[in-house]
């Protein structure tokens, strides 16, 4: 039995679709990453999921429950890192990693989260005088107090510096390796590359993609070449001069010119021969496979023009 | 697997997490406990020395106030607190937060609810001793149990009001202004700061609501002139038929989350709509 399992999942708020026939599964010790834009769905389908919103329409499994009527067993075998919630600000981060542990049936000890979060320096600190990346590992900490089978990480490193992202990215992966199952949203595609086992691509509110980080970037898209544009040729001309030469979609950001190509090797040689031909250097010319980033951009582009 | 821990265990756990945040939280403490008894002292030094005549006899000032002010404390306690803390919490997001544990939430409501009436308790015991010792304030031990009855109906009462109001007010500024726009004119008219005159048409308006029965019953356990036991069963009936009503409120329109969540409305939700097409 898969630990989630959500099929043609409906949230409407009035006319506005916020989840829209949405279905997936994640296996047990996988690690999911739904991946989307600010207003894709993804914090209203995680929030059904830890039983925090009703459903219009579909079928929900989690760890065997329906999240709208599981309570305390459910809730004791999950644990939920949600965007914005509160701390007890007045209290210190080992009275409320004490406070909370109580609720549950097996908790880690004081030392194990603190330790797991990072937070030995900060212990007998209040809450409120923690800087915001501080706090956001006092929720990851009340977050795997109660050693879940399932953890709930709804955008858990917003907002971090890199370390800070970095440090965060270990502790999710061990608990990965130890089992656990987790359930990520984020907008960040290094974050969902880095951790995910597999991704899931929302867009207003649909599946548009889901798969391996590996197989989106194979599936959909082919390698990357770029270079800076040349001096000579003017911004508004450069489409219209590198369409020709590289084939395809070409875009400009900035000064880069950016092309996804299926035959790069082909698409080089013809545009290093212009270059020649026109005696300008290409400078920053590269040839990357394609991120999931590019991926992305690609997929959702597709489904608003679709849609 | 170990069992979860008992109720009883947990409701104490609560209680005492709630009374310790209450007194890190200083304005709460300033208001609920520290300000009734600035008034009494201000009261006492201001009209301590004048009577106030009832059929009787003539009764005395400082009793007066001690045993009304006492009743008041436990009031703000319960429903000034709780109409004001709980909306704070709800804004911050601790309570969704509580809401993801296994924690059951009647157990957390009643932490909340059980703080609010040991801290009324607290803050009465502290008005009357206070009364006793500087204001020949005399306790009859014969009017004792129905001076401990009163009190609980009423703290129980006001704090399911304070429960409703918190629940029908979504933002913590607005539960705030609301909590005390209601309670202080109504203490105004309900013998608290002034002994109203029994025919005026402001007595008229007070008695609707449950603050004025619920001093005078708990002032009477403290007038010389009221015989023992002292029991007014139409105020105590009257006072729980408003704390029923504001537990009805407060089970149906109780929110854990914080009204900015979620396109709630189909107003916002249209707006969302209008935002992505």
């Known amino acids: ?307 | 697997m170990s069992a979860f821990p008992s109720s009883l265990s947990m409701v104490l756990r609560q209680t005492q997490y709630q009374l310790k945040y209450f007194t890190r939280v200083p304005v709460a403490l300033f208001f609920t406990i520290i300000l009734p008894l600035v008034m009494l002292v201000l009261f006492n030094a201001l009209f301590g020395d004048n009577t106030i005549e009832t059929d009787e006899g003539d009764w005395s000032v400082r009793q007066f106030y001690t045993g009304g002010l006492a009743a008041y404390t436990a009031v703000s306690a319960t429903f000034s607190n709780l109409a004001n803390m709980v909306p704070i919490r709800r804004d911050e997001g601790v309570l969704k937060r509580w809401r993801s544990t296994p924690l059951p939430t009647w157990i957390y409501i009643a932490g909340f609810i059980c703080s609010a009436i040991v801290i009324a308790f607290v803050g009465a015991m502290v008005m009357l001793t206070v009364g006793v010792v500087f204001y020949d304030l005399s306790i009859e031990w014969a009017k004792m149990p129905a001076a401990a009855v009163t009190f609980l109906v009423g703290v129980g009462a006001f704090a399911a009001l304070g429960m409703a109001l918190a629940s029908i007010i979504k933002t913590a500024s607005s539960a705030s202004a609301a909590a005390n726009a209601t309670i202080l004119p109504l203490a105004f008219i309900s013998d608290v700061f002034v002994a109203t005159d029994g025919d005026s048409a402001l007595t008229t308006i007070a008695n609707i609501f449950p603050l004025k029965p619920f001093v005078n019953a708990f002032q009477d356990c403290f007038n010389p002139f009221v015989a023992a036991p002292a029991f007014d069963w139409g105020a105590l009936g009257f006072v729980a038929a408003w704390g029923l009503l504001g537990l009805g409120i407060a089970m149906k329109k109780f929110t854990w989350e914080p009204s900015g969540a979620g396109p709630r409305s189909r107003r916002a939700a249209r707006a969302a709509a209008t935002a992505q097409g």
């Open chain 1, 1 to 307: 039995m898969p630990a989630i399992d959500v099929r043609d999942l409906h949230k409407h708020y009035g006319d506005n679709r916020a989840v829209d026939g949405v279905s997936f599964h994640v296996g047990e010790g996988e690690v999911y990453a739904l991946l989307g834009h600010n207003g894709a769905g993804k914090s209203t389908a995680v929030e059904i999921l830890e039983g925090h919103r009703t459903m219009t329409s579909g079928s929900v499994s989690v760890l065997g429950f329906d999240p709208a009527k599981a309570q305390r067993e459910f809730r004791d075998r999950i644990g939920v890192v949600l965007q914005t919630s509160g701390v007890e600000n007045e209290f210190t981060v080992r009275e409320v990693i004490d406070l909370y542990a109580s609720a549950y049936r097996r908790r880690r000890t004081l030392d194990e989260v603190v330790e797991l979060a990072g937070l030995e320096e900060k212990v007998d600190e209040r809450v409120g005088s923690l800087s915001g990346g501080q706090r956001r590992r006092v929720d990851l900490a009340l977050g795997i107090i109660g050693r879940p089978d399932l953890l709930f990480l709804d955008e858990p490193t917003t907002g971090f510096d890199p370390a800070a992202r970095r440090k965060s990215w270990d502790l999710i992966e061990a608990l990965g390796d130890d089992g656990v199952t987790v359930l990520l949203t984020t907008h960040y595609l290094d974050e969902a590359e880095h951790l995910a086992d597999r991704v899931g691509v929302l867009a207003s509110g649909k599946m548009i993609a889901e798969g391996t980080p590996a197989q989106l970037i194979e599936g959909i898209s082919g390698t990357v070449v770029s270079f800076m544009l040349p001096d000579s040729i003017e911004t508004a001309d450069a489409i219209s001069t590198f369409g020709p030469v590289l084939g395809g979609d070409v875009r400009l950001s900035g000064r880069l010119v950016e092309a996804t190509v299926d035959r790069a090797t082909e698409v080089v040689h013809r545009a290093t021969g212009w270059a020649i031909e026109n005696g300008v250097e290409l400078e920053s010319l590269r040839v990357a496979r394609a991120s999931l980033e590019d991926v992305f951009l690609q997929l959702t582009e597709q489904s608003e023009e679709t849609s």
